[in-house]
């Protein structure tokens, strides 16, 4: 059964970077469109960005445009999402997901597989 494993978070100060990822125990993870999901204090979880399988089309969470990128690497069945630009409302416990199919739906999924378990960004003032 596919498991993902996020790592890259963080403590950062506002303009700092992080790079998060988001590894699959098989290569099926590659099939799928992989989603990252952050959830605030307070919040509900809400999607941030989304890849599909082929790495072809990208989608953001408007906020994160042109300051997140999302991207993936075949060989090592990872995702990753390059955060730049930080700020104090990036932080959350930031999720991947893999989804049922190929494609993303909008910034999400259209169904979830799997959910890694969290890793914790941190921009504090």
């Known amino acids: 059964q596919l498991q993902l494993v996020e790592s890259g978070g963080g403590v950062v100060e506002p303009g700092g970077s992080l790079r998060l990822s988001c590894a699959g125990s098989?290569?099926?993870?590659?099939?799928?469109?992989v989603a990252w999901f952050r959830e605030a204090p307070g919040k509900e979880r809400e999607a941030v960005s989304c890849?599909?399988?082929?790495?072809?089309?990208?989608h953001y969470k408007e906020s994160v445009r042109g300051r997140f990128t999302i991207s993936r690497e075949h060989a090592k069945n990872t995702v990753y999402l390059q955060m730049n630009n930080l700020k104090p409302e990036d932080t959350g416990l930031y999720y991947c997901?893999?989804?049922?199919?190929?494609?993303?739906?909008?910034?999400?999924?259209?169904?979830?597989?799997?959910w890694g378990q969290g890793t914790q960004v941190t921009v504090y003032l």
């Open positions: 997901a893999a989804g049922e199919f190929s494609y993303c739906q909008g910034v999400g999924l259209p169904a979830v597989s799997v």
């Open positions: 098989e290569p099926t993870s590659t099939k799928r469109a």
């Open positions: 890849i599909s399988s082929g790495g072809r089309m990208s």
